[in-house]
Structures are given as C-alpha cells and as structure tokens.
C-alpha cells in the first residue's frame, strides 16, 4: 500500500529507488477498500496516519521517502464479519446501509435491467443517458449554491444537542453533521438549513459512531438515534421568536423534525431475524429431554426461573414473548467481561486474517528468511538475499551483482481467525444452583470474544439423549446471542453424542475451508449420564485443539472435567477462573 524498494532497479543498477504504492496513486483521488473491516491492523494505522496528516512517510528496506496523500476513502464491508476499529469508524464521514428491496416490483425491475444491460451495455447507457446528464447538473448546481446557504445559529445549537445525546466521542460528528446539512440544503435548493436537513445528516453522520456493545441486538443504533433527535426537537422552545439576522429556525419549527420519510429510519424487514432457532413450536417441557430423565435431576421447567438460571423461558418451557430480540439483555447474569486468550499454540499456515492464533501470513512480523516458492511474493528480506549473493561469491569489492536466485523472501508471523465451536452442556445438572446462568455470562464474554478477533463461531449443545447444533458455524455472532437466550436446559447429559457432533462439524468444515483451523471450547462438568464413554468419542477429535471449561462446582468434586480433558488431550480451566487475565492457552493442532 505505501510501497517498497524498486526490486529491478536495485539488481539492475545497484540503486536504491522507491516504487509508489496505492497512497501515492490515490493522491487527489478516491481510495477505495473492499472488506474495510478486516484490513490488518498495520494497514490501518497507516490510513490513519495519512487521513491525519495528509502525507505518507516511508521508511522500509533501506528507503525513506515522504509523499503527499490526500484521497477520498471510501470502504464497503459486511457487517456480520465485524467492526472496523472505531479510529478507522470516525475517519468515514457518511455511512450508508443498502439492503435488498423488500418490494417484489423493486426486485423483478432490478433483475430486468440487468439483463436488459447484458443484451445491449450502449443501448442501455443511452436509455438512461438523459437522466445521468439532468443529475449531473443537479449536483453542479448544489455544490455551486453551497457557500450562499445559511447554518443558523439555532439550527447549530441542535446539531451540538444531537450530538451530545447520541454519545459519540470528539468532535468530528458534530462538523460532519453540519457540512451534510448544508450540502443537503443545497441539494434541496434552499437557503438556509432546516430541522429536516439536520434529521436526515445526523442519520448518515452518526450511527456508526457510537461506541457500543458489539453484541447489541439489531435495531438499536436507529433506535438510540431516533431518542436524540427528538430529545433535541423537544428541548427548542417554540415560543421563540426567530430573528433572521440571530438565524432562528424557518417555517417548519424544531419540532416538526420532518417527520417520518424515505429517508428514515430502515425498516424491520430488512433487520436481521431470529427465525430458526428455538421457539414455541419446538419440543416443550413434556416431551423426553423435559428434565424429569431417569437420572433423577429435577426439572428446570418446574423450579423458580432463578433457580435454573434460565428467565427468558415461561413456565411451559417455550421463550417468553419478544425475548429473542433481547439480545444481549437476556443472558446476561452480570456484565459479560473480557476473558482469557483461548489460542491455538501451533502456528497456522496462511489462514485467514484475524486476531486469534499466530500464523505464517504475508504480513506481520518478521522471524526468517526463505527461498521464494516460484514468483517473490511481496518485499525481500534483504539481508538473506545479501547473504546468499555473498556466500555465492557475487559480490567483491569491484562488483556488486545479485542474481535473480539469490533472492530470499521475508517470512512474517501474524495473527489468523479460526473457526470457534463451543459445547455447551445444557443438562440438568448444569441448570441447578444457578450454575446455567453463570455459564451463559461466561459463554457470551467468550462470544463476544470471537467477534473482537474475527473468527467464524459455531455451537452445539447436548441434553436429555441427543446433541443439537444450535448455530452452525458463521460470522454472525449475534445469531450466536439470539440463539444462547432461548437455550434450554434440563435431563440427562450425553456428552459422547455432543463430542460425536462436533466432530461431524469439524469434519465438515475443513472440507469446505481447509485454512480455517478450528478451535473446540467444551464447556461442561464432565458428567456423562447417557450414551457411551465420551473417552471412546475422543479419537474423532485427534489433533483439534481443545479447551475444556469445568464447569463443576460446590465442595466436593469429582473431577470428571479433567478426565475428559485428559482424553481430549485439552487444556483445562475452572469456569470462575476464565476471566482471570490473559494467558494463552490451547494445544497445538
């Protein structure tokens, strides 16, 4: 991205010269970066650094060169792969959401024009040629009307206010906020800048500012903002009486706020839903994993709600209305903490970018050196390559000639994401004393986890005489929230049928991404009431690494957690020590 030493000129002539990179090609231009959520953390400082300053300044390989670099970022991402980093967040002034048409009319036109543009690109440029050229205009004529339209005084006062009760950090919002505002005018072909033009910027400006709990249910962003935006309408006094030259408020008052329009907020259809999981059209309380099993563990569905853990059920064992889009709220015993580092020690080979285990990738830090394995791919480790010509006998005190087949690539470690497969043990013994409760708190922190470090996650859970995969691995950790609230408990364990599943999963999912390396977290007591001896099931799992959480508790214990673990040949953690620090722990794979 910044560039690197000029390879050819270097062998050629013996010169250090540098070779641009994208910076400096997107200088006075527009920058555009797919998948800007999951930039390395290095490429990001760098877009930090230049958005800041306007310049890049290399120094690599021997070379140090600054250059201007003044661009227009623009990034698309999906959000259900994770966060950028809030200080990449800010740098983006708007943030549009596109969705796909709810409309049936809207979606049969978007597939005609497209396929009428696969039969004819120039006739269906031409069709629309008109258009383009009314709206170039348009645009040319707002931005030329810009500098005469009128920021109120009043009006800046709201924006401060909107700011202020959405809770975003800087200052930066509040500026974005009134520039938008203004261009909106423009675009409108007003004068001066009203309530609506504030409604509609701080709906582009400000949602993707706030700092906020990565595992929020869907919808509350634009439900927070909304709350501010009429707290700042409502606190206008509308008796005031406005005076062109102090720029009072115009015709529409502050507390018309426009209204609802095209442009508000998106609707509930297009967020995500909860549909698959668990619901009252599952199996209920009667049915054979009810908690009455024959291993005499009383049922969750007939104890107080408090006890078992598990108050997003009602007394028929099915979720309690709306508590689904409680996210979040309703498995949390207590704020959800940050838990230890669960890493897989072997280094990966060229996974998928992230935050978890260390891998041999394209970038990172530098540990060696290699021989290229055909074309050089990115910079060369330039005193390996040094090295090599010397020992080859190339370079004298009267010739300095490297040859292509002295080259040596750096070889760089960094961090990748994995595939995180949690089992969960939903049985009846792990709902008594509460201890399901306390699981769950723990199980999301280990969530949301997962969501800080990019990885895919995937959970099964096991109780009366079967394991269900409640969440099939995906990057949609807030479907992993959803899926935790409405998780019932109770009957006998089957633990070998939980361990059988996760198998099957990883099995799965290594044929369908072979770089992912996979990360199992069972999370149990270790009491196996039903089916075999889970240390018979521990085979299919050779080479996986493992966490077990024990979750056993009380005076006297069994140890069951550890003999698992010891067939599983895991790591080992009790359940209350899972917050303590940051340790990495995990067996290699």
Request: glycine share 10%; proline share 8%; net charge neutral.
């Amino acid at each position: 991205m910044v560039g690197t030493l000029d390879i050819q000129r270097a062998l050629a002539d013996g010169v250090k010269a540098y070779e641009p990179g994208l910076l400096a090609a997107a200088h006075r231009g527009a920058l555009y970066v797919d998948e800007v959520n999951l930039l390395p953390d290095h490429l990001v400082d760098l877009l930090l650094d230049a958005a800041a300053m306007g310049r890049a300044h290399v120094e690599r390989d021997g070379v140090s060169v600054k250059h201007a670099a003044r661009f227009l970022l623009v990034g698309t991402m999906n959000p259900e792969e994770g966060e950028p980093r809030p200080q990449l967040v800010d740098r983006f002034g708007l943030v549009v959401t596109v969705s796909a048409p709810r409309d049936a009319k809207l979606r049969a036109e978007v597939v005609r024009r497209r396929l009428a543009y696969e039969a004819g690109p120039d006739a269906f440029a031409a069709r629309f040629a008109a258009d383009e050229t009314a709206l170039a205009a348009r645009i040319l004529a707002a931005r030329e009307a810009v500098p005469s339209v009128l920021l109120p005084d009043t009006e800046l006062d709201r924006i401060a206010r909107v700011c202020l009760a959405y809770g975003v950090d800087g200052m930066r919002a509040d500026i974005v906020v009134a520039r938008c505002a203004v261009a909106l005018a423009a675009w409108h072909g007003r004068d001066r800048v009203t309530a609506d033009d504030i409604r509609d910027a701080a709906r582009l400006a400000l949602p993707h500012r706030r700092r906020k709990d990565p595992l929020d249910p869907p919808g509350t962003d634009e439900e927070r903002l909304e709350e501010a935006l009429d707290q700042a309408g409502m606190d206008d006094d509308p008796d005031d009486d406005p005076q062109p030259p102090s720029g009072g408020p115009d015709d529409n008052g502050p507390d018309s706020g426009g209204g609802p329009d095209s442009n508000g907020t998106p609707d509930s259809s297009n967020r995500p839903q909860s549909s698959g999981g668990p619901n009252s059209s599952g199996p209920d309380s009667s049915g054979p994993d009810s908690g009455n099993g024959p291993d005499g563990s009383s049922s969750p569905d007939s104890s107080n709600a408090s006890e078992r853990g598990d108050d997003s059920r009602s007394s028929d064992g099915t979720p309690k209305e709306g508590q689904a889009s409680g996210g979040a709220a309703a498995v949390q015993a207590g704020a959800a903490y940050r838990p230890r580092a669960l890493r897989i020690a072997a280094r990966g080979e060229g996974g998928h970018a992230g935050r978890r285990s260390p891998a041999f990738a394209r970038r990172g830090r530098v540990v060696g050196s290699r021989i290229p394995r055909g074309k050089l791919a990115g910079a060369p480790h330039l005193p390996a390559t040094l090295r090599a010509a010397i020992h080859r006998g190339a370079l004298t005190a009267g010739a300095q000639v490297v040859q292509p087949r002295d080259l040596r690539e750096a070889v760089h470690v960094g961090r990748e994401a994995n595939l995180v497969l949690f089992v969960v043990d939903a049985s009846g013994s792990m709902a008594a004393r509460k201890r399901m409760t306390v699981v769950k708190t723990a199980v999301l922190s280990l969530l949301r986890d997962a969501y800080q470090r990019r990885d895919r996650v995937g959970m099964i859970t096991f109780r009366g005489r079967t394991a269900e995969q409640v969440l099939p691995p995906t990057s949609s950790h807030e479907v992993g929230v959803l899926r935790l609230a409405s998780l019932r408990t109770g009957g006998r364990t089957p633990l070998a049928a939980g361990l059988r599943a996760a198998a099957a999963t990883i099995a799965i999912e290594r044929r369908r991404d072979p770089r992912r390396r996979p990360l199992l977290i069972v999370v149990t007591d270790g009491r196996a009431t039903s089916g075999p001896d889970p240390a018979l099931v521990a085979p299919a799992l050779a080479g996986v690494a493992a966490v077990v959480v024990d979750c056993e508790s009380g005076p006297i214990r069994l140890g069951l957690a550890r003999r698992l673990a010891a067939a599983l040949e895991a790591d080992v953690m009790p359940l209350d020590a899972l917050a303590a620090g940051n340790t990495p722990i995990g067996k290699a794979a």
